[in-house]
Each structure stands twice: as structure tokens, then as C-alpha cells.
């Protein structure tokens, strides 16, 4: 399954948006096989904040782990975000 993170916007900061974002979507999780990959699909974000990613990542990267693949993480913002979930992640 391919998530175009940017159907949520483009920029992507606030903790109670993640979060909002994360529960509408959920209901899309039940359509996935466990054999599935997760793609996070960044192309159009401009930014994406620790908050937002923490609400809306981390939940999928806790259920699904190494399925959930991220593309087109050249956006520093993008890079910086997903890097600082991965250092929390092993805290």
C-alpha cells in the first residue's frame, strides 16, 4: 500500500494533526495483507515536524515495523524528522 503523506497536507507540524490524520486513516489498515509493504510516500511535503510524524509514523512503524518503507526523503525537513523518531525509537 502506497500513502501519499501530502493527502494530509504539506505541511505537517502539529501533534493533534498527526494524531487526527493517523485515526482517519486507520480504518484503510484493515484492507492490508500481512505480507504488505507500508509505503510513506513524501514527494510534496514541505514540512514535516517531530510532532506530526511522532502521532502518524510511529503508530504505523509500531504495528507493521520494517514493513513500512519511506520514499522521496530528500526534504531536509523530512530526513531531520525521520532521523530523530529513529534515535527516539532505540532510546
Not at 5 to 13: P, V
Not at 16 to 21: L, M, N, R, T
Not at 70 to 88: D, G, H, R
Amino acid at each position: 500500500m502506497k500513502i501519499d503523506i501530502s493527502k494530509f497536507g504539506t505541511t505537517l507540524i502539529s501533534r493533534p494533526s498527526g494524531k487526527e490524520a493517523f485515526l482517519a486513516f486507520k480504518s484503510n489498515l484493515v484492507n492490508i495483507v500481512k505480507s504488505e509493504t507500508i509505503e510513506l510516500d513524501f514527494e510534496k511535503i514541505s514540512v514535516l515536524a517531530p510532532a506530526w510524524a511522532d502521532e502518524f509514523i510511529t503508530p504505523l512503524v509500531r504495528i507493521y515495523g520494517k514493513k513500512v518503507l519511506f520514499l522521496n526523503t530528500e526534504n531536509p525537513s523530512v530526513q531531520a524528522t525521520l532521523n530523530i523518531l529513529k534515535k527516539s525509537k532505540e532510546s
